[in-house]
């Protein structure tokens, strides 16, 4: 399966506690997305990365939020001090530079109890 | 500057048609269409570019407005497979976020 993968695809944790995702996007894929998505709405964008360079960043991502796309390869999502507002559907996409379509993974659910 | 989506839910009966509409307030430069089944990603379905431009595949079409900054999405003679989420997106200009829609729920029933 050549998609975008995205792990853990469930993450349970208590509130104050610290999480990190990964997404490994299409290769090749210059670009890639994080999104969050809760119960009923359309994903909301968190944060856009063109190879290694984070180029765009939602007012949503507070500062306990952190995303990185080290060689620009996979990225990971930090949250720190979760809260249970922080619950949702973490999804990750990624598209060739010039090409519109964005691919999605099938996202990481995190619980804050 | 979230697009909104009408209506936000739609039951049928296998083969009958559906309209989906997608309206903004800001200048549609684009729209994207995407389809998610409960617990999964969101699909891909197909981008319009340019005001008036329709496109389709199978018997899913849509059209873009762009002078009146909506976009349709049409649904005919559907199949059980259809059900899902469908969400509307547009890019901001001069950025590449995609901005969704708050979805419309369409139930398929034999």
């Known amino acids: 399966d050549t998609g975008v993968s995205q792990n853990p695809r469930h993450k349970i944790t208590k509130r104050g506690q610290n999480v990190t995702f990964r997404c490994d996007p299409i290769?090749?894929?210059?670009?890639l997305y994080w999104y969050r998505q809760t119960l009923g709405q359309g994903p909301e964008f968190l944060t856009y990365?063109?190879?290694?360079?984070?180029?765009?960043k939602s007012r949503l991502l507070s500062d306990r939020f952190s995303a990185e796309r080290p060689k620009g390869s996979f990225s990971t999502l930090e949250i720190q001090r979760t809260e249970q507002g922080d619950s949702a559907m973490y999804l990750c996409?990624?598209?060739?530079?010039?090409?519109?379509?964005?691919?999605f993974g099938p996202g990481t659910r995190l619980t804050v109890l | 500057q979230q697009p909104v989506q009408s209506p936000q839910a739609v039951i049928l009966r296998e083969g009958e048609d559906a309209v989906i509409n997608c309206s903004s307030s800001?200048?549609?430069?684009?729209v994207h269409w995407y389809r998610q089944k409960h617990g999964e990603a969101p699909v891909f379905l197909m981008i319009?570019?340019?005001?008036?431009e329709q496109k389709g595949h199978d018997k899913i079409s849509a059209s873009f407005n762009e002078k009146k900054q909506q976009s349709s999405l049409y649904l005919t003679a559907s199949q059980l497979s259809y059900s899902g989420t469908y969400f509307c997106?547009?890019?901001?200009?001069?950025?590449?976020?995609?901005?969704f829609g708050q979805g419309t729920r369409l139930t398929i029933n034999p």
């Open positions: 996409a990624s598209s060739p530079v010039g090409y519109n379509e964005q691919f």
């Open positions: 290769s090749e894929h210059n670009r």
């Open positions: 990365f063109q190879n290694e360079a984070q180029l765009e």
């Open positions: 800001k200048a549609l430069y684009s």
């Open positions: 319009l570019l340019k005001g008036g």
């Open positions: 997106g547009r890019i901001i200009q001069g950025a590449q976020k995609l901005v």
